[in-house]
């Protein structure tokens, strides 16, 4: 049983910083991939950041230059800084991770962190 568990969200003001963190535990072979995704009410959940194993990034064009992630592979965490918020960045933010064998690959999602950017 694999489980995500995201840590770091919050309230702040537009322009501030907010750093999300998330771990991965259990029965771990290899995470192949690991990243964040959000949520506003009534929409889906859309890609805000993810890291493929082999280090290939994909991000969202509206965080591009604003938010950063960053893998901990010895630690099997990952890391999403949040620079320069603006309010249409508030969302629940779910931690994301592809992990698996050579033969097999599951999906797994953390329970979501709220982020509210707000003055």
């Not at 919050?10 to 990243?35: E, F, T, Y």
């Not at 009410?41 to 992630?69: M, W, Y």
């Not at 010895?74 to 931690?95: F, G, I, R, W």
């Amino acid at each position: 049983q694999v489980r995500l568990e995201e840590s770091g969200g919050g309230s702040v003001v537009p322009g501030g910083s907010l750093r999300l963190s998330c771990a991965a535990s259990g029965n771990i072979p290899r995470i192949k991939a690991m990243g964040w995704y959000r949520q506003t009410p009534g929409n889906q959940r859309e890609l805000v950041a993810v890291q493929a194993s082999g280090g290939g990034t994909n991000s969202a064009d509206s965080v591009k230059g604003r938010f950063t992630i960053h893998r901990d592979y010895a630690k099997d965490m990952v890391y999403l800084q949040m620079n320069s918020l603006k309010p249409e960045d508030t969302a629940v933010y779910y931690c994301w991770a592809v992990i698996g064998t050579s033969r097999r690959e599951d999906t797994y999602w953390g329970q979501g962190t709220q982020v509210t950017v707000s003055s």
